[in-house]
């Protein structure tokens, strides 16, 4: 029996529908639940506030891909003594769709924390994410880009992390046959990213899932003190205009898979998890920034694998060095020049790279209601968080000029806008640390509704069930300790898979 | 939102001083060379209101700013090319955080239209994947 999609405009009545279990989100873990409820036969419906998008509709350019793909059209911001966007995908497969395809590992130095402290232990065992891992790998055919489409801006890395005499790698993304169009960031215009829009969710549907589209879960529906559905509203995907109500009733369950940042947003507006105080708190993320390379030969950054290259030389160092390709509206913004030098920049726009740095830090941010009802997402790095950012700039720099660059806009202000060897980005040491010298970007976000033991000191337990309410499930990377220092998807994944069959196997009485 | 046709007039000569058309051999195109107005209609019916507000204030910040810049008496679209490049690069540069990320704010939005048109990535040596301009930028279909 096949399901469908259905979204704002094919509605026009109140919605009820009734299923075993009611996921909310259709990203990295809300896709995945869904693949293992619906494999196990369990009826499910998910719900996702942004629309479905095709491939064949997916578009080049970058605005139009923030209005389609990107939470609040990529202008989400974190706020605090700098603003710092806060990026996210908002549609049919959530960030997946959006992502630069990396899928990495929990390194299980970083899970052995977690363990030490907060006494994970029940649903997490390494060794069960490890054969989920291995699944994932096969089923979303991870693997790292082929040569020929691996591009210039990654190749180049690659020769200047080598002759620094560093460990670098190629990145390993879930992406079948890669054509090197470079376009992750706008949805991947043929189709061979295996984003959850491409796999996990036509899965589900086919197996007779139902997807409520552009339908923004707003409250819990609680019956006997357990969670059984959610009400939510079709939106208009750009105007945001009311539609219909959708009632979505669960059996058994209710998953909770809408991302650190919507996620709390959801919980605290329904009053869950207010015992701990931790709904929306210890936000953590990597913040990162780029640094660009003028090279004499062309990069051509349009093509080849957008992130195809990385360095974890310096992980233990809470640093993470990758490569960034960026399309020309990102870039452009980037570069330090204005008028007619902006102009002859972009005319040899063909000859910069662009790597990046992302950082583990230790900031802890928050994600509340404002005064007036809104969201509103609190983040600034401390000092040792921006102290490794510049030490990670002036690492970026070293590789560019290794690499053969003629010269490098480190982007950071109190500092010469571009300089021509390395010797120049010393004085970065110098200045103050203050997140607003430096252009940063924060992506993966964690920690707003953390796991553990005690009700005290969590939000849900170690089979990511609310202490609040039970059959409530939160299975994204809100229910992570910390951040992790490598890139989340893969472990949102296998996270959300573990949980997944925890419920299935519940539901089947062993 | 709406912008007034004055404050239109402030946009386009802070959009136009950043992108300059025939500028440079190889990338002649500016952003007066495509069109952006309709670009900024399509960006003031979706953005967030928080942001359509904050570019508002930033536009009369930027507008009102060449008296406190380079100590001219008038509104940035009254004045020279030079002296245009020169407030930009003045605020761009400033101490004050909220200040240098004005020209940044306007940068950030001017790139997010120019760089998307097929045209322009043609001149710099991009093969875009769309033959045809985006949606924003079609002329609208007279009834």
Known sequence: MSGELVEFGAVSEPVEDIADVVIIGSGAAGATAGRVLTEAGIDVIIVEEGPHVPTEKLTSDMYTSFKWLWRDMGLQVGQGRAFTPILQGRCVGGTTVINGAIMHRMPKRIFDHWCEERGEGGVLRYEELERIWDQLDLELSVGTAPEDTLGRNNTLMRRGVEGLGLRGNSIRRNVKDCQGSAHCNQGCPTGRKQSMNNTYVPLAIERGARVYA?????????????????????????????????????????????????????????????????????????????????????????????????????????????????????????????????????????????????????????????????????????????????????????????SGAREVLPGVHGLPERISTVDEIEPIFGLTDDPRRFHCIASHMFGTAVMGLGRNNSVVDPRLEAHDLPDLYVTDSSVFPTNMGVNPQHSVCAVSWLAAEGIADRLAGR | MKLLAFERRWLRAIFEAILPSNADDQLSLGVADVPIDRFVDDVLEHAPGQFKAGLRASLWVVALSPLFVIGRFKTFDRLDARARSEVLRCLAQSDIYLVREQPLLFKMVACLGYGGMPAVQRQIGIHPTDSSPPDWAREPERE
């Open chain 1, 214 to 402: 552009t339908c923004k879960a707003e409250r819990f529906i609680v019956e006997g003190g357990r969670a059984r559905g959610v009400v939510g509203r079709f939106l208009h995907p750009l105007t945001h205009e009311p539609g219909p109500t959708l009632t979505a009733r669960a059996r058994h369950a209710v998953v909770v898979a809408a991302s650190a940042i919507q996620t709390p947003v959801l919980l605290h507006d329904n009053h869950i998890g207010r015992t701990s105080g931790l709904v929306g708190e210890r936000l953590q993320c990597h913040p990162g920034a780029g640094v660009v390379g003028v090279f004499d030969d062309p990069v051509d950054m349009w093509f080849g694998a957008n992130q195809g290259y990385e360095s974890t030389h310096f992980w233990d160092e809470r640093m993470k060095f990758e490569s960034v390709a960026m399309p020309l509206e990102f870039g452009a913004a980037r570069l330090p020049e204005v008028g007619p030098e902006l102009m002859h920049r972009l005319g040899e726009y063909g000859h910069l790279a662009i790597w990046g740095v992302q950082v583990r830090a230790r900031a802890h941010g928050s994600v509340r209601r404002n005064l007036f009802g809104r969201r509103s997402i609190r983040y600034d790095m401390n000092d040792g968080d921006i102290q490794l950012l510049k030490l990670g700039i002036k690492r970026l720099t070293e590789m560019m000029f290794e």
